[in-house]
């Protein structure tokens, strides 16, 4: 449970995400564009919104896998030690491979996450991810794709929550406590 009080203000509305994914979901099936069947790996929990509207957008061929990392727990610091909680149901050997992030943060678990799946061989392994916080950066990764780049603050809302709450917001805003410091 959040200890102190807060509010939320919003960020990143729906509709410019929703025009984000879009714009990217165009982008990704021109750079699959000849794949017979693109696997979308999800990462759980925090990218179950966008993975949802993404493959609605996504004219291809797909299935949908999902992974789940250790990240935050309930807390609103970064583990360094990525643990694989979930793992695929599907094979990736071979394969066309788009891992869906929420955030990339430290980007410890998307650096993890890539190698992991890396080491399976797929055919190409290509990376999005909604947010990126660039600033908070401790492992040198990148996104293939990425929706919007955002300062150093906490978000929640569009899947991503703050210990286990608001992830039905359907926009995308900032933490600000009300209370303390
Ligand atoms: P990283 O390993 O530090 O890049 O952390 C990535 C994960 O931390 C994300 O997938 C989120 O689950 C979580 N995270 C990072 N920033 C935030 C935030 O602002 N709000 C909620 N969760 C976050």
Do not use: C
Not at 31 to 53: H, M, N, P, Q, W
Not at 109 to 129: D, F, G
Not at 130 to 159: C, H, M, N, S
Not at 169 to 177: D, Y
């Amino acid at each position: 449970m959040p200890t102190r009080p807060y509010v939320i203000d919003e960020m990143i509305s729906a509709k410019s995400i929703a025009a984000r994914i879009e714009d990217l979901a165009r982008e990704i099936a021109g750079s699959f564009a000849e794949t017979d069947k693109l696997v979308v790996v999800g990462l759980l929990r925090g990218s179950f919104v966008f993975i949802a509207d993404l493959v609605r957008e996504l004219d291809l061929p797909v299935e949908v896998d999902f992974l789940e990392a250790s990240s935050y727990g309930d807390a609103m610091e970064s583990s360094k030690e990525v643990r694989i909680l979930k793992d695929l149901r599907g094979e990736i050997h071979g394969r066309d491979v788009l891992v869906v992030e929420d955030i990339v943060d430290t980007g410890f678990t998307l650096h993890h996450v890539i190698n992991l799946l890396k080491s399976r061989e797929p055919k190409r392994l290509r990376t999005i991810a909604l947010l990126d916080k660039p600033v908070r950066r401790e492992v040198d990764v990148k996104a293939d794709w990425t929706g919007f780049e955002i300062p150093d603050e906490f978000v929640v809302g569009y899947g991503i929550d703050f210990a286990q709450r608001n992830r039905n917001l359907p926009f995308i805003g900032k933490v600000r406590f009300t209370e303390g410091d």
